[in-house]
Nanobody
Framework: QVQLVESGGGLVQAGGSLRLSCAAS????????MGWFRQAPAKERENVSA????????FYADSVKGRFTISRDNAKNTVYLQMNSLKPEDTAVYYC?????????????????????WGQGTQITVSS
């Protein structure tokens, strides 16, 4: 069982920045594809970003491309999401998730159903 704990959420004005962290209980974080998802009220959970096991492959949703950066420090069992130029439409609960499937050095998944473990979520509110 992998436990994931997000931190770094909060209230920020439009144009501001936040960095989310996701700490994993397992010492084998390098074995997992990691993803960041978000869910706004009355909307489906969507994949914001994902990173391959070794960090060589990354994905960004079009809505965040150029503003968000995903990274991972496997030695610290932690994944990060740096969010810049935040917009009110970025307001949501953000979740990190771990995918146990071996997708190769550059592989990742954007499918919410491929992820096996989830954090509890952290709220981000961007005011206009």
């Amino acid at each position: 069982q992998v436990q994931l704990v997000e931190s770094g959420g909060g209230l920020v004005q439009a144009g501001g920045s936040l960095r989310l962290s996701c700490a994993a209980s397992e010492r084998t974080l390098s074995s997992y594809v990691m993803g960041w998802f978000r869910q706004a009220p009355a909307k489906e959970r969507e994949n914001v970003s994902a990173v391959s096991r070794a960090g060589r492959g990354t994905f960004y949703a079009d809505s965040v491309k150029g503003r968000f950066t995903i990274s991972r420090d496997n030695a610290k069992n932690t994944v990060y999401l740096q969010m810049n130029s935040l917009k009110p439409e970025d307001t949501a609960v953000y979740y990190c998730a771990a995918d146990l499937e071996n997708r190769g050095t550059y592989g990742y998944s954007k499918n919410v159903y491929d992820y096996d473990y989830w954090g509890q979520g952290t709220q981000i509110t961007v005011s206009s």
